[in-house]
């Protein structure tokens, strides 16, 4: 059953506090990511002096610090969680999932469930 839409905000005091809140966070968020792109791409200059293990262990950190940030922010800014319907799933096996991810903000919910 979709959501209804989401209604604009009340008033103008309430679009005020919303821009205070957001500029700020949308500051520190685009910091960090210049910073992770720093650093890959500091971690490519060095690739050839060190090994291909430090190469991916430094992207792969990078990377899940990065995804991991959108995740706890989805949850704690926005209030989003994860409702699973149907079977229950079994603990600690694999599974596949077929997600209808329609927009960019689906994909913080989905690294979430994983």
Avoid: K, Y
């Avoid at 059953?1 to 919303?18: E, F, I, K, T, Y």
């Amino acid at each position: 059953m979709p959501l209804p839409p989401l209604s604009p905000p009340a008033s103008l005091a309430h679009r005020a506090w919303a821009w205070l809140v957001t500029v700020p966070v949308f500051s520190a968020l685009m910091g960090i990511l210049l910073a992770g792109n720093a650093l890959q791409m500091a971690s490519l200059v060095l690739r050839p002096l060190a090994s291909g293990r430090w190469f991916r262990a430094v992207n792969t950190w990078t990377a899940g610090f990065w995804w991991g940030l959108c995740v706890v922010l989805a949850q704690r800014i926005h209030g989003c969680r994860v409702v699973l319907t149907g079977d229950p799933l079994p603990e600690a096996e694999d599974a596949i999932v077929v997600a209808n991810h329609q927009q960019m903000a689906d994909i913080p919910v989905l690294m979430a469930l994983a």
